[in-house]
Structures are given as structure tokens and as C-alpha cells.
T-cell receptor, first 115, second 114 residues
Framework: AQTVTQSQPEMSVQEAETVTLSCTYD???????LFWYKQPPSRQMILVIR??????QNATENRFSVNFQKAAKSFSLKISDSQLGDTAMYFC????????????FGDGTTLTVKP | KAGVTQTPRYLIKTRGQQVTLSCSPI?????VSWYQQTPGQGLQFLFE???????NKGNFPGRFSGRQFSNSRSEMNVSTLELGDSALYLC?????????????FGPGTRLLVL
């Protein structure tokens, strides 16, 4: 069974600084996607970034980038130039061919950006 | 393109009642999945529908059911509500091509059972 582990329940960062959120996963599949979702206090789940496992290049989206280490099954999210609006819970998630329509989520990391 | 929409956004029910939640996917998306989110259990997968058929199901009792219509809109029903059913119910849609899928979420329905 696929599992996703986020070992940091809470983190904080000063505005304009950089923070890295950690995620590890376990799977025997070769074809899968990894995601980071953001859930602010409004509870809307927003897709931040996606990484296809077959791609060696790390995905980037503006201030958000990932460090994808396939052999280590590690998938961390780096947020640069943190902004107050980045305050949210961040979920790492996984999707593959074997479970139709189901993404497996970690327990989340609550990130607080301090002014 | 409009995002995933869910109605109603908030709902208060009493134990024993039943409730129906609705989800309209992004235009062109054919798969709709439902998740329950609670502080203690995190995000748990309920079920997924594609082409009006349930393709996948999580580990929830039979009180939780769903269906999908020909326009891909989906409804979720919970019968005989229990206090523990209080949660945020999230709907997600995806295109359903081949391979893994990227899910896009709606704003959720907050259900409170008294």
C-alpha cells in the first residue's frame, strides 16, 4: 500500500525567508505523480505543484520548488521569499495507476509565516 | 474555466437525519472523487465515480453512498447521520486520461451533526 509521511506537524518562518517542508512516500509503482497542496484557513485545497516521477528535473512554480529524490522516496517543498499569504496547512500527496481516482495524502504540515 | 463547485457550503443536521451533497466538476473532467476531512483522521478517501460508475471505494460504512450523472455531476448521500460524521467533505475532479491523475478540489461542504 502507498503511504505518505510528513514528519513536521508545524513549522514557522519569517516573512521573506525560505522554508522547506519534508515528505517521504512509499510505493512499488514506477509511474506516479507527487503533489503539494495548500489549504489556507478558508479550507479550499489548492494545488501548489506537481512532479511526475518519470521526470528527473525538479518542478518549479514561481516561489515554489521541489527536491524530488526518487531513490530515497523523498519529495520536499521549498518556499522562497515567504509571504504572509503562504500561511496554511500543506499536504503532500501521491497518485498512481493502481487506485482509480484516489490520491493518498500525508497528515499535513501547518506553516505559519510571521511578519 | 470554472473550478469545482460544491453545494451547499454549510449544513447543520441532527442525528438520524440524512444529507445529500452535490459536486459539479471542472468542465471536461469525467472523474469525481469524494474525501472526508476531520481533525483527527485527516483526509480519507470515500469513493470515486467515472462514467456514472463507482470505480473505487474507501473504507466507509454503507451509510455513505454516491452517484454520478451523465453530465459528470456527482452527489454524495449520508443516511442515519451520526455525530462522528461532522466533517469537511471535499470533492475533487480529474480528467481521467491514462496514468496517474491530478485532482482539483472544490471548496468543500462543512457538515455539522448535532
Amino acid at each position: 500500500a502507498q503511504t505518505v509521511t510528513q514528519s513536521q506537524p508545524e513549522m514557522s518562518v519569517q516573512e521573506a525567508e525560505t522554508v522547506t517542508l519534508s515528505c517521504t512516500y512509499d510505493t512499488s509503482e514506477n509511474n506516479y505523480y507527487l503533489f503539494w497542496y495548500k489549504q489556507p484557513p478558508s479550507r479550499q485545497m489548492i494545488l501548489v505543484i506537481r512532479q511526475e516521477a518519470y521526470k528527473q528535473q525538479n518542478a518549479t512554480e514561481n516561489r515554489f520548488s521541489v527536491n524530488f529524490q526518487k531513490a530515497a522516496k523523498s519529495f520536499s517543498l521549498k518556499i522562497s521569499d515567504s509571504q504572509l499569504g503562504d500561511t496554511a496547512m500543506y499536504f503532500c500527496a501521491f497518485s498512481d495507476n493502481t487506485n482509480a481516482g484516489k490520491s493518498t495524502f500525508g497528515d499535513g504540515t501547518t506553516l505559519t509565516v510571521k511578519p | 474555466k470554472a473550478g469545482v463547485t460544491q453545494t451547499p457550503r454549510y449544513l447543520i443536521k441532527t442525528r438520524g437525519q440524512q444529507v445529500t451533497l452535490s459536486c459539479s466538476p471542472i468542465s471536461g473532467h469525467r472523474s469525481v472523487s469524494w474525501y472526508q476531512q476531520t481533525p483527527g483522521q485527516g483526509l480519507q478517501f470515500l469513493f470515486e465515480y467515472f462514467s456514472e460508475t463507482q470505480r473505487n471505494k474507501g473504507n466507509f460504512p454503507g451509510r455513505f453512498s454516491g452517484r454520478q450523472f451523465s453530465n459528470s455531476r456527482s452527489e454524495m448521500n449520508v443516511s442515519t447521520l451520526e455525530l462522528g460524521d461532522s466533517a469537511l467533505y471535499l470533492c475533487a475532479s480529474s480528467l481521467v486520461g491514462s496514468g496517474p491523475e491530478t485532482q482539483y478540489f472544490g471548496p468543500g461542504t462543512r457538515l455539522l451533526v448535532l
